[in-house]
Every structure is written in C-alpha cells, then in structure tokens.
C-alpha cells in the first residue's frame, strides 16, 4: 500500500549518507510576462497590441516564436537540452517563451534576464532592446501554458500571419518530458493549430504504424499542425527551424524586404 512504501522512505532516511550539494551562486531573474503584459509592453496602456510583434515578425527581424515547456526528464541530462534550446534558438532571431521547471531552467543558467541580449541574433536584440523586454520570457508555471495560446490567438486576429494558429510559424517544444500531464497539455495546443515536438525519449506509441500516422499526417489534416517526438536535442532544433521557415515561406515573408524610407511624394500616393 501508499501507507507502507511511506513508511520504508521514512526507516531509511537513517541510511543515507553524503551531504547534499547545493551550489552557493545565484543567478537574477525577470519573470511575470502573461499576455496581458506583454500587450502593454507592445503598446503602452491606452493602445495596447501586438502589431509591433507580427510587424517584427513579417519584416524578418524575429524568425518566429518557440514556446519550451515541461518538466525534466531522469532519463536525460538536466535542463540540458531547454539551455542549449534557448541559445541556439535566440541566437537565430527566435523569440523565446517558457513556463513551469523548463523556465527554471533558464533561469538557473541566467538567460531570464535582459543581458541575454548579447547572444541574441540582430534582429531580435533589436527589438527587445527597443521594447525593452528580454529575448526569453518567463510566462509562469506550466498550468499556464494556455497564455501562450492566447498570445497565438491575438497575433492571428492582429492580421498579417495568416487565418489561423496553424499558419504562424510558431512552435511548441517540452525537450525532457516525462509525464501524462504533458501529453495531455501537447494534444489540445496540436489541436489548436500549434507544432508540437517532444524531445529526449522516443514516442510511447512508436510500435503503432496507425498512431504515428495519425499525429503527423492525420493531425496536420484536421489541425493543420502535428505531434512528433525526436530523440536528441540537435534534431529538436533542426526539426523547429525547418517548421518555422516553412511555414515563414507559406506566408510569403521568408525573404527580407529592405527597408524603404518615404519622402513626401511617395507619401501623398500611398492609399490608406
């Protein structure tokens, strides 16, 4: 019974030996960015909106966005892959957001800050800079991940991204899960129209031919996005850049336009 495994934890605790290792550093850390504030960041109070945000991303200054997510993994090396995640990705002008022990992890390695910046890609320092937010939002725990989809939400109904979540070229990533809870939380963000990629071990339902079909193909029918599983950290990071710009093609938005300043003629003749 739960009452008699309770009880060997508790006669043994005598048993264990060797101190506990706690590192003595500390990292700062800015956290507290739900839709709403990121809103009044984009805006100010009196026009708040995320026009600056789909205009950054269809000038290419920011690729995309990738939200990464859940919990750690025993099976993998910890938070290894949510680090390396969050550079690699910042470094490629894309927008990081994260909630629950996957934000820990940033924050242990001090990337919730704004200095995070310095290895962030031109574009996306820009921006930031200009904002004044970091290039790695800390969006709450993981029962919070519905902010995020709320955030996809206002971006499509800001315009200029497509008609749907699925054609954003967002991303979802948990690089260690390991629980049910996590499944659960994939399926109704596939279901809105969000990727999903799960990374560190291979897809519980992997001897199922009809299950693997169904999540990619099936789901990119009814959803317009899918559900995949990959290994190891690199192909996590391949398989989300290739997402992104695919669907960065799809909008028409996958080669820089240059930046033009109107002189007062070209102004009289625009139609607005």
């Not at 026009?47 to 993998?76: H, K, W």
């Not at 890609?121 to 800079?129: N, Q, T, V």
């Not at 200029?160 to 990533?173: F, I, K, R, T, W």
Request: proline letters at 4%; hydrophobic letters at 40%; charged letters at 25%.
């Amino acid at each position: 019974t739960a009452k008699t495994i309770v009880k060997a934890a508790v006669d043994n605790f005598a048993n264990r030996k060797g101190d506990v290792f706690i590192p003595d550093h500390k990292k700062p850390m800015v956290a507290g960015f739900s839709h709403e504030y990121i809103k009044y960041m984009l805006g100010g109070k009196f026009r708040g909106s995320f026009r600056p945000l789909n205009d950054a991303i269809i000038s290419g200054r920011i690729q995309g966005a990738v939200a990464i997510v859940g919990c750690n993994n025993p099976r993998t090396t910890h938070d290894d892959s949510h680090k390396f995640l969050v550079e690699e990705l910042i470094k490629r002008d894309i927008l990081v957001v994260m909630t629950g022990c996957a934000a820990q992890g940033a924050a242990k390695a001090g990337y919730l800050t704004p200095e995070t910046m310095e290895i962030a890609g031109p574009g996306l320092r820009e921006i930031c800079e200009t904002v004044g937010i970091p290039p790695v939002l800390h969006l709450g725990s993981c029962v919070d991940n519905s902010r995020i989809l709320t955030i996809l939400n206002e971006v499509v109904t800001e315009g200029g991204l497509g008609e749907d979540v699925s054609d954003l070229p967002a991303v979802g990533l948990a690089p260690e899960w390991y629980s049910e809870k996590a499944l659960t939380i994939a399926l109704y963000c596939v279901a809105s129209g969000a990727d999903v990629i799960f990374g560190g071990v291979e897809a519980p339902y992997r001897a199922s031919s009809e299950m693997m079909r169904l999540t990619t193909e099936g789901f990119k029918e009814k959803f317009g996005a899918t559900f995949e599983f990959y290994p190891t950290k690199e192909e996590i990071l391949e398989a989300t850049i290739n997402k992104i710009q695919a669907k960065r093609k799809a909008l028409g938005i996958d080669t820089q336009k240059e930046r033009v300043l109107f002189d007062m003629e070209m102004r009289r003749e625009l139609n607005v």
